[in-house]
Each structure stands twice: as structure tokens, then as C-alpha cells.
């Protein structure tokens, strides 16, 4: 690996170990095993790294939701897709907890820090894409963009919600299954009150 991907690699293991706001600079050049320089050069400033290597950690963490690459999550679009998704989801959360709190950090951070910010946003846009297309069942590189803007909203605030619950409470925090009947009733009550709408033939 050259010092970019050593960088990444030990700021990866800095963040797990102190968060954001505890890692200093120098904590990832002896953690990477390069120098103060390499962060500039590559990376432009500390936080900028830090915010590369947190999106590092939620993209790895994202390839496990769809489950074992020979089980079958479901047709795309389908309620079995979408429990199951959402179940392996939530099962990130004990395993994954330091992942989830240093999302808390980032979003504390990042109204102080305007670099980082962008980068979180942009990061958010591919988020979205790639929640619908892990849901959808479709190409990540290839997700509309009416798709993002509308399901792919919906299940980033999904997924910040049930972050959220269950850092606070694991005990109360909303399980795939509730979350997938609330869908299915929320559908059933939707259709019906399209359908009294409708003008009558």
C-alpha cells in the first residue's frame, strides 16, 4: 500500500479506538506509519482524512446488509426484501456500535467544520443511492435520480431514526418486523384513501 491508503487504513483504526474529536494527527501518522506531510499532500487536513475514513468504515459496514451472497433477500421493492434488509440492518448495531456512535460525532462536528460538512453531504447523497439500490435490488451505479430523492430519502431517515432508538435504547428500539408491518399498513391505508378518492364510474 502506498502512504493514501495507509492513511485511510490508520485513520480507520483511530477513529474505532478514540472517535473523532480525541484523534489527533499525530495519533494517525504513528498509527499508519507515515508523516504529518502525507495528511496534507493526500488528504488536504486531518479532518478531511478522518471524514474519508468514516465514509470507509459506513461503505464496509453497508456491503453486509444485504446478507450472504447466497441468500435470497427477495425480489426488489418486495416486504420480504424489506424486512430482511432491514433486519440484517439492525444486527449491524451491538457489533457495529462504534461505527454508529462516530455518526453522532460527525454530525455534532460537522456544522464547526465546513470541509468535513461537504464531504458528509456528498456522502449522503451516495448513501441514499445506495440504501435504494441494496432495497430496490437495481445497479448502485446506475439508481435514477427520482429513485434517490424519493426512496432513497425515505430510507436514510429510516435508517437514522433506527440508529438513533437504538443507541438510546436497544431494549425499545423499533425490529424489522414492526418496522415492515408500520410499511404495509401505511401502504393498505394509503390505497384505500386513494381509491375513495376516485371518481365513481
Known amino acids: 500500500m502506498g502512504h493514501r491508503e495507509d492513511l485511510l487504513a490508520g485513520a480507520k483504526r483511530c477513529l474505532l479506538e478514540k472517535g473523532f474529536v480525541r484523534t489527533t494527527a499525530r495519533d494517525v501518522v504513528k498509527e499508519s506509519g507515515t508523516n504529518l506531510a502525507s495528511i496534507g499532500y493526500h488528504y488536504g487536513s486531518k479532518d478531511a482524512l478522518l471524514a474519508e475514513a468514516y465514509i470507509s468504515l459506513i461503505e464496509d459496514?453497508?456491503?453486509?446488509f444485504v446478507g450472504p451472497p447466497d441468500g435470497d433477500a427477495g425480489p426488489g421493492g418486495s416486504l420480504e426484501r424489506f424486512e430482511k434488509m432491514w433486519g440484517n440492518v439492525i444486527?449491524?448495531?451491538p457489533e457495529a456500535r462504534g461505527i454508529w456512535m462516530l455518526t453522532l460525532e460527525f454530525i455534532t462536528q460537522g456544522e464547526r467544520l465546513a470541509g468535513v460538512r461537504d464531504i458528509m453531504v456528498k456522502a449522503q447523497v451516495q448513501g441514499r443511492a445506495g440504501l435504494a439500490a441494496?432495497?430496490?435490488d437495481?445497479?448502485?451505479t446506475a439508481v435514477p435520480e427520482d429513485v434517490?430523492?424519493?426512496e432513497g430519502r425515505l430510507y436514510t431517515t429510516l435508517l437514522n431514526?433506527?440508529?438513533v432508538q437504538w443507541l438510546f435504547d436497544p431494549g425499545s428500539a423499533t425490529t424489522a418486523g414492526q418496522l415492515t408491518e408500520g410499511l404495509r399498513r401505511v401502504a393498505e391505508r394509503a390505497s384505500a384513501a386513494e381509491g375513495r378518492r376516485l371518481p365513481q364510474s
Do not use: T
Open 61 to 64: 459496514l453497508g456491503d453486509g
Open 91 to 93: 444486527q449491524s448495531f
Open 134 to 136: 441494496l432495497l430496490l
Open 138 to 140: 437495481l445497479d448502485d
Open 148 to 150: 434517490v430523492n424519493a
Open 161 to 163: 431514526g433506527l440508529m
